[in-house]
């Protein structure tokens, strides 16, 4: 079931800045300054959980690291797109801040950080859950942001922002994602997941603003 589950979701994440749903104050921003090529190398995205903060990630990795990229519209179909729809990508990097929480772990992303680029423009690393990296970890990930290769892009994020060290969130662009309103999450269920209107009531009311708990309970 969870299987399952994981494909189902995979197969309804978004691919586009334009299918993020209740971010818009996130997507117009962020999808200009790609389109101006005004790219940035640490970018911190604060938010609750199931508000889309991996979904964002991963889109303006593909946007970066498109055959025409930098482009605020990614093509979906080269190999750099593809391999990140899929969930295999041979220059994005994701990893768990809350398994690799340990100072060794950051260390070997330093060490990493340091190889060029397989195939893409960038290097890019999502680290999901930031907040829970221990202060040893953060420091050590700290020079990194500061003086990354030309090539380097680090993508922190987080559920609680107030756990990341001041000098490291002064030194991101941050991303300051809300809750997704209910009315947009039962329109999302209904037209996207084809979820009766009536199931997408109920969905969307025990959500809370979780795009990502509508969708468990959805399918």
Do not use: W
């Amino acid at each position: 079931m969870e299987k399952n589950y994981k494909v189902i979701a995979r197969k309804y994440r978004p691919q586009t800045f334009e299918e993020v749903i209740g971010q818009e104050h996130i997507t117009k921003t962020i999808s200009k300054s790609i389109a101006q090529k005004k790219i940035a190398h640490a970018y911190l995205f604060s938010g609750p959980h199931g508000v889309g903060k991996t979904s964002l990630a991963r889109i303006i990795a593909k946007a970066l690291n498109c055959v025409n990229g930098p482009t605020d519209k990614p093509c979906g179909v080269c190999p750099s797109c593809s391999q990140i729809e899929n969930g295999n990508p041979l220059d994005v990097i994701e990893i768990d801040g809350a398994s690799n929480r340990g100072i060794e772990n950051i260390r070997t992303i330093i060490e990493n950080v340091r190889i060029s680029p397989v195939s893409g423009k960038y290097k890019i690393y999502i680290i999901d859950e930031a907040e829970k990296l221990t202060q040893q970890a953060q420091n050590a990930l700290l020079k990194t942001i500061e003086e990354p290769p030309a090539y380097a892009i680090i993508m922190l994020l987080t559920a609680n922002e107030g756990m990341l060290l001041p000098t490291i969130k002064s030194r991101c662009v941050t991303l300051t994602m809300k809750p997704v309103p209910l009315p947009l999450i039962r329109q999302y269920l209904m037209e996207e997941l084809q979820i009766p209107d009536y199931r997408a009531d109920i969905c969307a009311a025990f959500s809370q603003g979780n795009v990502g708990k509508a969708k468990r309970l959805a399918l």
